[in-house]
């Protein structure tokens, strides 16, 4: 046998063995996925779209912190900006303060040297979903990408930032970056609290969700709304319904539009319907292969009726589903895929019509900052296209 065959033989291995450690580890996967639903909440909600802003404001509520922060991050750079969070942290605790951070094992951007600094400074620290036999490339690719921040149980956070210097408009290809981040108070901070520390006790063993300091009494807020933790399953269903459901008009915005067969295809029959179908992406992408992977459907929605804008402010990372004027999704997962499929996410339905108003007029800012696609803004790159496709589920 001469090194061609053996060359040919050994790939064709690395593929069989691929494909069922995918397949019995997604198996392995579904069999133990959490699937309960939350209840709908009375929180105060606000909005952030800038990540200045936003880190200005989150800043200085961790510095205000007297009992505890509960935070998980699917990025956390070793930058500037990183290190004056980090260094917040490091403060907390000798303040007094509890600080559990939590970082995705393949997202994260920390350095060993720096680890050591927070876990020698008393900051307790975990990497969630690490690697793990017997499927370690299905366990490789299943990351949490949720982002949650918790401060003595009063305060949270959600949304799409990570902690970064781009997502503080210092990047010099992606500046400014735009996303979507809520802030809570009331009621539905409980339901954050109790999703990290979930979390938390699969990452570091360490089970905490029976102290009840952790959950002190909440009020009522004034909007409407309802979490929903998703594990590589129910986020289809979830989106599916919403879009099924439209009755006039459903805006998505995302900075990756590769969705599933059933998702797309009930864009597409809502179109048919009459429903005023708009999409918002990003001109520039962040990441190989991504907008190659939406073109094919973008083209086709744009055959089939719909309005797909290109942002050119900077990089569009923002999630959100709008249903109506009457729901608004907003969280950390993409309208993709690997989010629908693979990875852990944590979005919040928002029933409130005047909260919605809110959002719709910083959609409106967006379009305003986007322009117009037509058929000819996705031409064909026709292997860049089938290498996307090929590989979309992991993208």
């Known amino acids: 046998m001469n090194f061609g065959w053996i060359l040919i033989a050994i790939i064709a291995g690395l593929i069989l063995w691929l494909y069922a450690d995918f397949m019995l580890g997604r198996k392995k996967h579904l069999a133990s996925a959490k699937t309960n639903t939350l209840p709908v909440r009375e929180s105060n909600l606000a909005i952030f779209a800038e990540g200045p802003k936003l880190f200005d404001d989150l800043f200085s509520e961790l510095k205000n912190a007297k009992q505890h922060i509960h935070i998980l991050f699917y990025i956390v750079q070793d930058d500037k900006i990183s290190q004056e969070f980090l260094t917040i942290l490091k403060e907390k605790v000798k303040a007094g303060v509890e600080v559990r951070l939590m970082v995705d094992w393949v997202g994260s951007g920390l350095k060993r040297k720096t680890i050591k600094s927070l876990k020698a400074a008393g900051v307790e620290f975990a990497y969630s979903q690490m690697p793990k036999l017997p499927f370690l490339f299905y366990s490789s690719q299943v990351r949490n990408h949720r982002k949650i921040t918790v401060i003595d149980g009063e305060t949270a956070y959600l949304g799409g930032f990570n902690i970064g210097e781009e997502y503080n408009n210092h990047d010099p290809k992606l500046s400014p970056w735009r996303d979507y981040h809520l802030k809570m108070t009331g009621e539905g901070v409980s339901d954050l609290q109790s999703e990290f520390l979930e979390d938390w006790h699969a990452a570091a063993k360490v089970n905490l969700l029976q102290n009840i300091g952790y959950f002190p009494a909440l009020e009522k807020g004034a909007i409407r709304h309802q979490i929903v933790p998703t594990e590589g399953i129910l986020l289809e269903e979830m989106m599916s319904d919403l879009i099924s459901n439209a009755k006039s008009s459903i805006f998505i915005g995302t900075p990756y539009f590769i969705p599933s067969k059933r ?25 190989a292969l991504v907008k190659e992977a939406s073109h094919p459907y973008l ?23 709008l249903v109506d004027d009457k729901v608004c999704d907003i ?65």
């Open 263 to 287: 998702v797309f295809t009930l864009v597409r029959e809502a179109i048919k319907r009459g429903i005023s179908v708009t999409v918002l992406v990003p001109l520039i992408s962040d990441h």
């Open 331 to 395: 969280g950390t997962a993409n309208f993709d895929k690997r989010s629908m499929f693979l990875n852990y996410e944590l979005n919040c339905l928002i029933y409130d019509a005047n909260f919605i108003k809110k959002i719709k007029r910083i959609l409106a800012e967006d379009i305003l900052n986007s322009r117009k696609a037509a058929l000819d803004d996705f031409n064909r790159a026709a292997l860049k296209e089938k290498a996307a496709s090929t590989i979309s589920y992991f993208l």
């Open 299 to 321: 083209r086709t929605l744009i055959k089939d009726g719909a309005e797909v804008y290109q942002f050119l402010n900077g990089f569009y990372h923002s999630k959100v589903l």
